[in-house]
């Protein structure tokens, strides 16, 4: 059936030109053009409104992003007393899991375990702090872990833990998570992830599983999870099981295959301390997560094996390892051969100039997080009082990447921060340091095609070219042209996936 979009504006990429009608077919676009529209089976009336193809977001973690869609989401929450009623109110209700999410410190005052006893009692409770590596526990939980020993486990005066984890040792509270979320709440998760992805265009994203931390169970759940919904979803596996990977049948491994941490929970692995040193229990440069031997090994396999390979790097001591191991890979088999492959490095964010040149010659793809930068980059946010100014001020430097010729692909790690393409085009344009600021359509293409690229290296989706997949969205203004506050207020009026209209959900195809 040939289904006609007309009477509207579409906006193609990659170039950014523009169109009056569009033709679906088969899951594809067939036809794009101006003038007079050909006939069709189906038509659909754009009424004025600009139609575009969907946006991708190239980093993402589905289950917890629907754990907050239908959950506790303490974003912007300063209050101790608020977090702590909402997880008294959350006690009182049935379900195993007591879980909150996003709260950033400082807070309005020191939080421990202990508060988190007041409020739930005996029962375990989890609480994560918005980068994901590090939470704090209520002592029922914190009884069931095994985290002596680990670094990263916060200690009062007296030696005693303080419920707050951060890494290796909060993985094991996400392990127990995940192994007390059954089926049904797993796949409900997943489903709320998917409604927050067409609210807002996206019509493919790219899932960072840390297997590591979450276990191969919860993977098989997740699985049969996303088999129930529209979303495309490109699954990338968090561990070094080479072996297991390939016969699963996946053509990737790692995405938040971890190098080190995270800057707000003091654990991105840097050259140098923090200038705020981190509490007792992690090491004041960060935590490194892997020996250079081990990762070199990984990185052999799976490039043998055929697989590309994603790894998680965000301190300049982890870009750093992540690269010199893949020179040495290189020197192995080839620098072509690395470049065909076209690995991946999450994230990227505190580069030198060096690191960007090197990655360019080994053609590494780079997926990037804009809205890093528009939440905790500038001169007096939480990337400089972590490391102060001068060095704050070489983070995520999406113009200099781009420029050195590095694919790019823009994410959200939600729920790091809101799958939300309108607020990275505000950040892609906006960065605090202007040289490395994008144009529109430049920003544009990160958001569609860029993401896209990312696991599958330039195609035409991502565009509304003839032959591209029918991922479109159709926006009541043109992103190209809107910026700022006005962008952030867009409104997605439809989102199709394969020529399938997926939103709004009461206008969705049958």
Known sequence: MRKLFHSGRIRRLPGGAFADWLVVEDQRVVAVGTGDPPAADESVDLDGAWLLPAFADGHVHLPVTG??????????????????????????????????????????????????????????????????????????????????????????????????????????????????????????????????????????????????????????????????VDLKVVTYCGTDEVSRVKKMGFPRIGGDYFLDGAFGSHTAWLSEPYATRPPLGTPESGISYRNDEDLLEFFMDAHHQGLQVAVHAIGDAAIEQAITTWEAVADKVGVYAVRDRGHRLEHFEFSTDDHIARAANLGLRLSVQPVFDLYWGGDAKLYSQRMGWERAAQMNRFGSMLAAGLLLGSGSDSTVTPMDPFMQLVALREHHVPKERMGDIESLRLVTMGARALAEGPTLAGTVEPAAPADLVLLDRDPATTHGDELLATEVLGTWIDGRRVWPEGEADE
């Open 67 to 228: 754990l907050e869609e239908i959950g506790l989401d303490f974003r912007g929450e300063r209050s101790v007393d608020a977090i702590l009623n909402a997880f008294s109110q959350r006690a009182d209700s049935s379900g195993a899991v007591l879980y909150g999410g996003n709260f950033e410190d400082p807070l309005d005052r020191p939080i421990s375990r202990l508060d988190l006893d007041g409020a739930v009692g005996d029962r375990p409770a989890l609480l994560s702090r918005v980068d994901k590596h590090s939470c704090i526990v209520s002592t029922a939980l914190l009884d069931k872990l095994e985290v002596e020993g680990l670094e990263g486990v916060d200690r009062d005066a007296d030696g005693h833990p303080t419920g707050y984890l951060r890494e290796k040792a909060c993985s094991q509270a996400w392990s127990w998570l995940d192994a007390n979320l059954t089926d049904a709440e797993q796949t409900e998760a997943v489903r709320a992830a998917a409604r927050k992805a067409y609210s807002k265009g996206v019509a493919s994203v790219h899932e960072m599983f840390v297997v590591e931390w979450r276990g191969w169970s919860a993977l098989g759940g997740f699985l049969r999870a996303i088999a129930e």
